[in-house]
Structures are given as C-alpha cells and as structure tokens.
C-alpha cells in the first residue's frame, strides 16, 4: 500500500464513523436498546480511533519505507471491517433480520487480533534499526 491509498482509506474510515455515528444517535436509538446502542458506539470509537491510526501510518510512511508499515495499514483496514463491522450487525441483528447469524460473535475477536497485529507491524517498522 502506498502513504496515498492509506490516507483515502483513513478519510473514508473516518467519514463512514462520523455518519454511522449519527445513524445510531438519531435514527438507532429508539430501535435499539441501550445495550446495542452501546455496542454501535463501541464500533463506531474503534473505526474512528484507528481511522486516525491510518493517517498516522501515512505519514510515517512518508519518511520510514519499511514495507511493515503497508501490511500495518491492510491489517488494521481488516480489524476495521471484522471488529467494527461485526459489532455493528450484531447490534442491528433483529432489525436486519439477521439474528440467525451466530456466526458473527467469533468475527469480533479476529477483528481484534487483526488491530493487534496492525500495530505491532507499526512498532517493528519504528523500532528497526536503519539498513
């Protein structure tokens, strides 16, 4: 991934937050209960914090050409869409119609395994020593 696509991704990451964000507190709320809703929330500060994340490895990228800090990008674009994503059908299960998915609780955690692995990815790219 090249610091440009990485920094498109955060806009769009950051963006999607902001409007799913107010999706929940205005159109949500009244169809969910506060424990989903908190759940959505949840969702939506782990997109946001790691869209920032993005911007954050786009600029690193702009003087630390490891290619680490790519598979840093694609690992936490991937946390975004497991983590995040299954968060916010898990909340919404019963208004999509989708309660049947018990598949979708396991998603989480890979999300998170896969943030994990984003930033380790970033340490190891800051941490080696200059060829």
Partial sequence: MRDRHIFALAGLFA????M???FATHGLKPQLSPSQIT???TGV???????MGLFIIGLLMQHNHSRLLGRAAL???IGIVLFCGSLY???CREIL???HWTWLGPITPLGGISF???WVFVILAVWRPKA
């Fill in 20 to 22: 799913l964000g107010a």
């Fill in 116 to 118: 994990m692995i984003g």
């Fill in 75 to 77: 690992a936490i674009c």
């Fill in 39 to 41: 759940t959505f929330e």
């Fill in 89 to 91: 059908l898990l909340s």
């Fill in 15 to 18: 963006l999607t937050a902001v």
């Fill in 97 to 99: 119609g989708i309660g």
């Fill in 45 to 51: 500060r782990f997109q946001f914090m790691h869209a």
